[in-house]
């Protein structure tokens, strides 16, 4: 059964201390997407990586946060320092393709809490 | 500003209820995507829906692709409360990222 994992589950931090969270897509999937989740603005898209190749990460901090695909296995998201308004769910997701009509396989995310 | 609005934003209800949400924008949709999302879990894909007009079933839901292709809704019969969840519409790009409504809350009670 394959899944999407992401480690950890639940993190709780003080701020100004470096998050990492992170995210195996499913295999053979070439397309991994970083979402963070609250109740003000929904699901946002944060970054997305094709083939290990970052194609968009305008939604994202540039700052604070870093996302990468050191291999096709692994995609990690980064923020250092971290801020109280970190505090949300990230989602990471994996899928095939390069159309809208693709499918999204969604983790079961990091919960973040920054004190 | 919601490239997708999504109403109601909460539905509360009691089980063997009928109910329908909906999901707008003021542009043209390519494709259209249903997710469920649990507590405690990501979305999970319900349904594609490409062509305008188009109606797609999944048991007891029924999704509707309005003719123009900028609405959608989603008609469940017979609510249970194994169909509580957050419903999210997505909007298909030719790039493969998906632009999510803020989702509509559903509560089913026994």
């Known amino acids: 059964d394959a899944r999407v994992t992401q480690t950890p589950r639940d993190k709780v931090t003080e701020m100004g201390q470096e998050v990492t969270m992170r995210c195996q897509p499913i295999?053979?999937?070439?397309?991994v997407f970083w979402y963070r989740q609250t109740m003000m603005q929904g699901l946002e898209l944060l970054a997305y990586?094709?083939?290990?190749?970052?194609?968009?990460d305008s939604g994202m901090p540039k700052d604070r946060f870093s996302a990468e695909m050191p291999d096709a296995t692994l995609a990690t998201l980064k923020i250092q320092p971290s801020e109280p308004r970190d505090s949300a769910v990230y989602f990471c997701?994996?899928?095939?393709?390069?159309?809208?009509?693709?499918?999204?396989?969604f983790g079961p995310g990091t919960r973040l809490t920054v004190l | 500003t919601q490239l997708l609005e999504q109403s109601p934003q909460f539905l509360s209800i009691q089980e063997g209820e009928n109910l329908t949400v909906y999901c707008n924008s003021s542009?043209?949709?390519?494709?259209l995507q249903w997710y469920r999302q649990e507590p405690g879990e990501g979305p999970v894909l319900l349904v594609t829906?490409?062509?305008?007009?188009e109606v797609k079933k999944l048991k007891r839901l029924t999704f509707q692709f309005g003719d123009a292709r900028k609405d959608s809704s989603l008609h469940i019969t017979a609510a249970q409360p194994g169909d509580t969840g957050l419903y999210l519409c997505?909007?298909?790009?030719?790039?493969?990222?998906?632009?999510f409504g803020r989702g509509t809350q559903l509560t089913v009670w026994p």
């Open positions: 829906v490409v062509t305008g007009g």
């Open positions: 990586f094709r083939n290990r190749a970052p194609l968009d």
């Open positions: 542009s043209v949709f390519s494709s």
């Open positions: 997505a909007l298909g790009s030719t790039l493969g990222r998906l632009y």
């Open positions: 295999l053979g999937h070439n397309t």
């Open positions: 997701a994996s899928g095939l393709g390069t159309s809208g009509y693709n499918e999204q396989f």
